[in-house]
Structures are given as C-alpha cells and as structure tokens.
C-alpha cells in the first residue's frame, strides 16, 4: 500500500510539560488506522499537531512523500486532510446540502439547485440515508456524522480523521457509519480511527498505533495483537510482569444489601445493566476509559436521564430520577470532574461543605452562620483541609484539599451508600492514601462505597469486588482472589477464563 501520511519524532510541550515525545505515526492509502491510548497518553494533542490545531516543537510530518508545514485546520484542510471532531460542528437548522457546502464560496454567487444535485449525487455515492433538501435537525445523530463526513469526501480528502465518532451512537447507527468507512477505505482513502471502543477496533481496523504517556509504543497489524496484549500495552502492565496484588476480604457477606438495580438503563449510551451492593462494601467500577463506568454510576445516582430499570434500597422499591432523590435515599456522589462537576468554585469553603446538606434541608430553611460554621470546622479538622479559614474560596485550595472538601460535604450527609468517581485523580500520594484510608474506614462502619479509579493497584488495594465493563456494557465480576491484574486485563478483552 502507498504511504500517505508519515509522522516522525513529533514532540510537543505544554509550559515545560511533555505531551509528546518523539512519536511516529504512518498512514497509509486504502486503509483505516486505530489509534490507541488511555486519557492522557497523547491521541488527541497528536490530532492536533497533524492538523494544525497546534504547532509542534519537534519532528517532521511528510503527506503524499513532501515534507509539509501545517499552520492551521485549513491548510490540513487544503492539502487533503479532514478531521471530523466527536462533537459535530454542523447546523441543524440548515438542510444537508448546506452543510456540505457552507463556507464554500459567496452566498450571493450559490448555484442552489448545483449545490442539491451535486450533494445528492455524493449522498447516492456514499450509501448515506439523508436528503438533499433534507433539515440537518431532522437526521439521526449518525447520519448527521455521516454528513459530515461527506463534507470532508468532497472536499478531495486523502486522509480522513475520526475522533470518537461512534461515541453516541447505538449499534444500528454505528454499523451504517462502519458501511460508509469501508466505502471509504475501498476508494483509497486512508482513515486515522481514535475511539475506546476494543470491539470496533477488531471489527473494522487493519493497523493500530498505541501511544501511553505521550510516547509511541508501538505500530500493529490487527491480527499481530489479541485483544488482551493491546489492553496490556495501553495500560503500561504485562500479564506476567506483576505478581497479583493480594488484600485482607473485606466484603461481609452477611450483609444486607443496601442498593439493587435491575435493567437500569440512561439517554448516557449505558446498556441496561443489574448491580447491587452490600452493607460495608466496597465494591469498584473497571474499564478503559469510555468503557461505560463513569455513565453507570451516573445513572445510579439518577445524574443522567434514565430511560429503565427498577431500583431498591433497603429492599425497598423506590423512584431515582433526580439527584435529589438519590440524596434523599442515603446516596452521595463525588464526580470524577471536580472542577465542572463537584466545586462551586466562587463559593467559600464552608459554603461548599455545606451544600448537600443545605439542599436535603430545603433552601427556605438556611443554617445559621455558627452552624454552618461549627459544622465546617468540624471537617476541615477531621479531614485535615489545609485551607486558610473556612471562608477562603475553594478556588484557592490545591487539588488534593478541593477533593477533600467534597468528600467532607457528602460525609456530613452521613450516606448509607457513597459513589466516588475518580477521588484520587490529579491529586498527590500523601492525600491518595489518605482517601484510601477514609473509604475503608467509612466501609468498617458500615457504609457502602462504590469506588472508581483509573489506576488499577488502587482498585486493588481498596475494592472487594470489581464490576468489569466494556464498550459500556458489564462483561465480567471478579472477587477476591479472582482480583489480579491479568484476569482484569483478559476479563476487558474479552478472553477471561
């Protein structure tokens, strides 16, 4: 096959930061390339130095064999390069044929009936299933990508980039999306696929590009990595390379159980799924990220729509649409964004440990200046927040102090079940531990604690029980001495057992 596309020794810095660090990446002609990695490994930041979104600082990036300067979006866009972001940038009050062509010329000079027969003869072309005329607004969620593919494809592209294109869509939308890739790749053009999706790697790829920290680890043939290696190269461990790590069971089997859902089901792409969790359990959520554990948990704590299912607690059959139902059961849910989820960043720190509780006491009933203030002191000294007062704005705080003021502010709800999504993340290893610590204590108590981490010796060292997804569905559950790192990694791959 012909080389289209070489990427060498890329390197790029953030403010002294390495995002990128002599990473190669080839593209060739005719076929669809996955790129791989976890959050943060360097996929989108080399997205970006190939299509001029971002300069780099080192390296060379040659296209149809020239060395090539790309400045900008529109020179990648000039020399045959096309990215179609996750978020589609259309216009859904404009028919599909304006979509195509927006920004193509003056409005004044626009042949209109051209435009709608040219877009339907690309549309025919394609296998697309949209009109011309057709209202953008009116379009599945897939075929509006679709369209926006086409845009690309008429715009001469050689190299087409994907970046999460089957996020949102079902199984239905991502195989016509699949159909139109291949029609693509049949005609020679050559397609970069980014997603975390494993079984549409292995569906519709021939190559993968793995990158982990900002470095290149390595260039495959699809049928050269199983499943289990590519997970194992992603997430830095071989399955040899460590000896399980053990812990003391910490799961009671005699206890009752505090949470059950049955089918639940969100408009967050989650398929519907069965969970429940003990009195003192600490159980976790496991997966490569975009595998489905965040959305599950948002849909337990009734944080995203849910489209189905039925929930108890305390083998009670109850109604959790709302967070503020979740609440009024016993839940609490520490976000894995804490900044655009979990902070009110303006807001004081006593103000932010009171929230919660403020909001189950009703708004009309506010705490009294002392109260507030003794039970904000109360936790600030219990978690060792190291703030200036309680009246400095938790802006101010480190990572570290700004998570302990969210766990500070479900703690004074006294939860029976606790979710906490990514607490340890970003922040350092003194304060890690110390959240470790804390999610054992609150379990010896007899709190439930879902806990969710990207680093899989924390899950270990913390959980009893690991609920194991993949492409947002539950593929496996693992237990104590099931609990090892190469029977999570074989168990997301699919090859458990």
């Not at 042949?111 to 953008?136: F, G, H, T, V, Y």
């Not at 799961?251 to 505090?258: I, L, P, T």
């Not at 766990?407 to 993340?425: G, Q």
Request: glycine share 8%; with cysteine; aromatic share 6%.
């Amino acid at each position: 096959m012909k080389t289209i596309l070489e990427m060498r020794n890329i390197a790029k810095y953030f403010t002294g930061v390495c995002a990128l660090h002599n990473v190669d990446f080839t593209l060739r002609a005719g076929e669809i390339h996955a790129l791989m990695g976890e959050n943060g490994a360097g996929k989108s930041t080399l997205i970006k130095v190939l299509t001029g979104v971002y300069a780099k600082d080192g390296g060379e990036i040659s296209f149809e064999g020239q060395s090539v300067t790309i400045r900008s979006p529109q020179e990648a866009q000039n020399i045959g390069i096309s990215t179609v972001y996750q978020e589609i940038s259309l216009c859904p009050n404009l028919t599909v044929a304006e979509n195509m062509y927006i920004g193509r010329g003056k409005q004044s000079t626009v042949n209109w009936r051209a435009m709608e027969r040219n877009a339907a003869a690309i549309l025919e072309r394609l296998s697309i299933p949209a009109r011309a005329k057709q209202q953008l607004a009116n379009c599945s969620l897939a075929v509006q990508q679709m369209v926006a593919i086409a845009r690309a494809v008429d715009m001469e592209c050689k190299a087409l980039v994907l970046d999460e294109p089957t996020s949102s869509l079902d199984e239905q939308e991502t195989a016509k999306l699949f159909e139109l890739m291949r029609n693509l790749r049949d005609k020679g053009v050559g397609i970069v696929f980014v997603t975390h999706f494993l079984e549409q790697v292995y569906q519709i790829c021939d190559r993968i590009t793995v990158l982990r920290n900002g470095e290149l680890v390595g260039e495959y043939g699809i049928k050269e990595l199983p499943r289990v290696q590519l997970v194992a190269k992603m997430m830095g461990k071989e399955l040899d390379e460590a000896a399980a790590i053990r812990h003391d069971e910490r799961e009671n089997s005699d206890g009752a159980v505090v949470y059950e859902a049955a089918g639940l089901s969100s408009l967050n792409c989650v398929m519907p799924f069965d969970f429940s969790i003990k009195k003192g359990e600490v159980n976790g959520f496991t997966g490569l990220l975009g595998s489905g554990r965040s959305e599950s948990v948002r849909a337990v704590f009734g944080a995203d729509r849910i489209t189905g299912g039925k929930v108890k607690v305390n083998d009670r059959s109850v109604k959790i649409t709302k967070p503020i139902h979740a609440m009024r059961q016993g839940l609490g849910y520490l976000p894995e964004n804490r900044k655009s989820d979990g902070i009110i960043a303006d807001l004081s720190v006593r103000d932010n440990i009171i929230l919660a509780l403020q909001v189950l006491k009703g708004f009309f009933r506010p705490f009294s200046k002392a109260e507030a203030e003794k039970l904000a002191d109360e936790y600030i000294k219990a978690l060792g927040i190291k703030t200036a007062s309680a009246d400095t704005p938790i802006k101010s705080l480190s990572g570290g102090n700004q998570q302990k003021v969210i766990f500070a502010r479900w703690l004074l709800t006294h939860p029976k079940y606790l979710i906490l999504d990514e607490p340890t993340r970003g922040i350092d290893v003194g304060t890690k531990l110390e959240i470790q610590k804390i999610v054992l204590k609150l379990a010896r108590e007899g709190v439930c604690v879902t806990f969710i981490s990207s680093e899989i010796e924390e899950m270990l060292r913390t959980c009893s029980r690991l609920i194991v997804m993949r492409d947002r569905k539950i593929v496996g559950e693992l237990r104590g001495s099931e609990m090892t790192q190469d029977n999570i990694m074989r168990t997301i791959a699919g090859e458990a057992g």
